[in-house]
Structure formats: structure tokens, C-alpha cells
């Protein structure tokens, strides 16, 4: 199920292999099934889970049961972000961009002037980015109902977006693309780094100087700096690399489609923990102050001493747990 671009072939053949492309043994993608591609909680109690198929599953009492709602989606959804509780923005196929102001009982198309594929959606307040495919780049300024475009100075695809405040934000992609920006994107630089050689999939800074990009090939970039030069740390595997997120004591931890890696001393060493099955692990998120994974198929929420994972989304129904793995667990430290 991988899927191109119309520029991807002009690219360098370490490039070709985007992050929004299917894994090598994904389900097929068809209405009847259900492939998580991102979250948002933004209660303790309310969790929002997105199927690229076009449905919602949203827990009230914090993951505990679920209820299944159809955003009427005609095309592929990619990313979700929720402002509050009741107001949330899916992105996907073709510049699709919906938006919902009464928790996701109804969704409304909004336009975007843009007809690639969007990857990514993140909000800091009322102010929002999205991106995607060619370098596109969009703005809100009034929580998604109106969309401007915003200057790349790219043609790659923008795979993930990282805001630390209404101003300062990094954006990554396709054969290697860095980009930075001070002024909330009214201007993004490139930055250019001989580190990254392969597509990057996800961007993550603690502060306004230190921060890390992973990616394709077991890539992980380090910066001290803001992102203005970037060294590359060691990495145990050679896998995908999908997520970044810091936990509440300070450990770092990725995701990939095997399981975890988690290090303690800011990335200078890496160590691989078990997610206890095979779950193309895509997306750490944030509830209330745990940390959580989203698979293809999967939920992973810390248990105990290891990870339990939610077996089956059932509507109206308590959700089943089965204990993953021992080991460390994750508690997130909220983003400033």
C-alpha cells in the first residue's frame, strides 16, 4: 500500500520511502476495518482515536469504553488534533480538512485552497498549522475555521509538525527537509544538515534549544541549538522511527513498529523495550500526565510496571486489557 507523489520519483532513492505510507502487511483498507493513525486527549477523561477509514472512537471515562462516530469522510484521514473537548480538526486525503464543534457527533468540510494530501495537524491555542504533501504548509488563526497558505521554500512532502508556542515551530519530511521557523510560519528556513540523509518522520524539542528528529533507517538527530545544527546519535535498530515524546522524569522515548526505545541520558544511548506483540507502533500521546502508544490496530496505556493493551474498540462496551510487557513505563511530562 505504498503510495507516491507526483514529484516522489524526481527524488533520491533513500527518500522514496514516506512515513504516511502504509507498513509492509497493513490491513486492507476497506470500511469494514479500522487502521489508527492518530489521537488526542484532551482531558484526563476524554480520549479521541482516528481511523484513516473515517471514523472516530471516543472514551469518556478515560479509555475504559468507546463509542464509534462517523465523520463522513469520502477520502483518507491522516491526523487529529483536538483544541477542547468539543472542538477537534482530522486532515487527509486531497486537502480534505473537517472540523467538529460538538465532540465529534457532526463534522463540516472546510476549505483549504489545497488539493495534496495532508499528513500532519497540530494547535497551540486558537492557532493551528497543517501539512503535506509538495511542502504545503496552511494557518489558522481562528481554531480552523478559515485556512492561509504559508511559504515552505520546499517541494517534499512535510511529514510532522512540532509547536512549542504560537511562534516557534519545526517542521520535517521527505529526503531529509528541516525546517525551522521564530514568527508562527510566516517565515520557515531550511535547514541543511549532511546528518539526514533519509525521509524524516517526527520532530520533538523539550524547549526553546534542545530537540530531537527521527525517522526512516533508524534515524535519530539531535540539536542544542533550536534546531539550527543537528549531530546524529546511535540507534539499536534500523527500523522506522514514528514518535518522540519526553516522560515526566525526563526519559525519552520513541516509537517503531517493533516496540519501544527509551533512553535516559538525552539520546546519548538508546535501549529497546517490548510493546509485547507486533503493533507498527506510530504515535506516542499524552493523557493527563501518562503516556500512551497508537498502532495499526492497537492501544498501548501503562500498567503496573509494563503496558496493557486496549484488545478491541467495542462500542459501549468495556474495553479489554491484556498486559503487554514488563519493564519501564512511560508517565509524560506535559508540553510547555
Known amino acids: 500500500m505504498v503510495w507516491l507523489s507526483p514529484g516522489m520519483a524526481q527524488q533520491p532513492a533513500a527518500a522514496v520511502v514516506p512515513a504516511s505510507a502504509a507498513p509492509p502487511v497493513a490491513a486492507q483498507d476497506d470500511q ?25 472512537w471516543l472514551s469518556n471515562d478515560g479509555g475504559k469504553t468507546w463509542t464509534m462516530r462517523d465523520t463522513g469522510a469520502k477520502g483518507r484521514l491522516r491526523a487529529l488534533d483536538f483544541l477542547d473537548v468539543n472542538r477537534g480538526i482530522a486532515v487527509g486525503d486531497d486537502g480534505l480538512l473537517l472540523r467538529t464543534t460538538d465532540a465529534g457527533k457532526s463534522w463540516k468540510q472546510v476549505s483549504t485552497g489545497v488539493k495534496d ?28 475555521l478559515t485556512w492561509t497558505p504559508q511559504k515552505a521554500g520546499t517541494t517534499q512532502a512535510i511529514e510532522a509538525l512540532f509547536f512549542l508556542d504560537a511562534n516557534m515551530g519545526w517542521a520535517v519530511g521527505w529526503a531529509g527537509t528541516i525546517l525551522r521557523t521564530t514568527d508562527g510560519g510566516k517565515t520557515w528556513q531550511t ?3 549532511t546528518q539526514s540523509s533519509w525521509s524524516l518522520t517526527c520532530v520533538y524539542f523539550k524547549d526553546a534549544k534542545e530537540g530531537w528528529i527521527s525517522g526512516f533507517g533508524g534515524q535519530i538527530l539531535h540539536s542544542r541549538d533550536g534546531g539550527l ?8 535498530v534500523q527500523n522506522w522511527l514514528t514518535s518522540i515524546a519526553q516522560d515526566a522524569s525526563g526519559r525519552l522515548w520513541m516509537t517503531y513498529d ?26 506516542l500521546f499524552s493523557v493527563d500526565k501518562s503516556m500512551w502508544a497508537l498502532g495499526q490496530s492497537a492501544i498501548l496505556r501503562p500498567s503496573g510496571n509494563g503496558w496493557s493493551r486496549i484488545e478491541s474498540l467495542v ?9 503487554a510487557a514488563s519493564g519501564a513505563v512511560a508517565t509524560v511530562t506535559p508540553k510547555p
Open 258 to 283: 517493533d516496540g519501544f526505545l527509551m533512553s535516559e541520558d538525552s539520546g546519548a544511548n538508546w535501549k529497546m523495550v517490548d510493546a509485547g506483540g507486533h503493533y507498527f507502533l506510530g504515535k
Open 191 to 193: 535547514i541543511k544538515t
Open 229 to 236: 545544527t543537528w549531530e546524529a546519535q546511535k540507534c539499536p
Open 117 to 144: 494530501h495532508l499528513l500532519d495537524v497540530t494547535f497551540i491555542g486558537e492557532s493551528g498549522w497543517s501539512s503535506g504533501f509538495e511542502g504545503v504548509i496552511i494557518h489558522s488563526t481562528d481554531g480552523g
Open 32 to 56: 469494514s476495518s479500522c487502521w489508527l493513525r492518530d489521537a488526542a486527549a484532551p482531558t484526563p477523561a476524554v480520549i479521541y482515536t482516528l481511523c484513516q477509514q473515517g471514523e472516530i
Open 315 to 323: 462500542p459501549d462496551s468495556t474495553a479489554k486489557l491484556l498486559q
